[in-house]
């Protein structure tokens, strides 16, 4: 199974030594938000030299933050420097309309047809193709990249809805997902991308699922209410995006505490299972501590993920 983590770290020294030793560990990737280290690129290119299988992808630099073609030519330069072809994955997204508006003090009235463009753009050029574009959001005559076509980049997009779906599968190479259940996936995701990519006779698009996970002693009551309990506090952010809630909608879901995996070893690896036979490709499950010792909350939880990784 393909069994990834959160990609970590304040310092690019932090993000090499975390890399080196999930890819000793077994994980197959590793996934970096925008935030680590002010900007992720320049550290996980560093920790991809350091490294020689797993993949460092994103999840997910902000679409509205930065235009096409300069994420293009960013995403080049790192796998690049990485050098390995198809170690380095470029996940985008729209975020979410307080982050676009209330910072950027951008329009987030149609993130659907700007997700649309700007996949189409930036996907266009990390194929080494010229691009030419005259839409709403963007109008771009650029390329071919210097160095694209020596370098592979997959490009997913975080698709939590209809509209976006339907863009991964068409122009992406597939997605990439946070908090969304085997039951969503199952029901929502796998079908809509799915059918994009076949209509466009692409191929099947990659689904990488992430997902809150806590192992604990066992699943009864007031050890697995504590568990949510945690979860809810360290979560609860996503719970009040409306793209996130109605992602958690799809899946029969509340709050973001309850579609965080928690359990024993046993029920957790069932519900990892769950989520590939849901139809995902990839999973990244992000550990968090239950119970009075953090850190040995957190061993026990990564060693369960190990072991995973191994089948």
């Known amino acids: 199974m393909r069994i990834g983590l959160p ?3 304040t310092t690019p020294d932090q993000v090499v030594k975390q890399a080196a030793r999930a890819e000793a560990d077994g994980f197959s990737s590793l996934w970096y938000t925008s935030a680590v280290c002010g900007d992720p690129m320049v550290a996980m290119a560093l920790a991809g030299r350091a490294t020689s299988r797993v993949e460092l992808g994103t999840a997910v630099m902000q679409t509205y933050a930065c235009h096409p073609v300069l994420q293009a030519a960013r995403a080049v330069a790192a796998a690049t ?3 390995t072809p198809g170690r380095f994955t470029l996940g985008v997204g729209p975020s979410h309309r307080p982050f676009v508006e209330d910072m950027l003090g951008l329009s987030y009235d149609r993130p659907g047809r700007h997700c649309e463009e700007y996949v189409q753009v930036l996907a ?3 194929r080494g193709e010229q691009v030419r574009m005259s839409g709403d959001e963007f109008r771009v005559s650029a390329g071919p990249l210097e ?8 490009v997913l997009l975080a698709a939590l ?3 976006l779906l339907h863009v991964a599968g068409t122009y992406a190479d597939g997605t990439v997902l946070w908090m969304a259940n085997a039951t969503a996936i ?3 995701i796998a079908p809509r991308i799915r059918s994009a990519a076949s209509d466009g006779n692409r191929p099947p698009p990659r689904i990488v699922a992430g997902l809150p996970v806590a192992v604990h002693d066992d699943v009864a009551e007031a050890r697995s209410a504590e568990a949510r309990s945690a979860a809810a506090r360290l979560f609860a952010v996503y719970g009040q995006l409306p793209n996130y809630q109605r992602l958690l909608a799809h899946g029969g879901l509340s709050s973001p505490a309850d579609a965080a995996i928690v359990g024993d070893e046993a ?9 590939f036979e849901a139809g995902a490709t990839d999973v990244w499950m992000a550990p968090f501590a239950v119970g009075g010792d953090p850190s040995a909350s957190r061993v026990r939880t990564r060693a369960l993920l190990m072991e995973l990784a191994k089948n």
């Open 7 to 9: 990609g970590l770290g």
């Open 81 to 83: 420097a990485i050098g």
């Open 124 to 126: 266009g050029l990390l």
């Open 147 to 154: 160095a694209a076509g020596d370098v592979r980049v997959t």
């Open 161 to 163: 809805g209809p509209r």
């Open 186 to 188: 199952r029901g929502h």
């Open 267 to 275: 029920n957790v690896a069932d519900h990892v299972h769950g989520l």
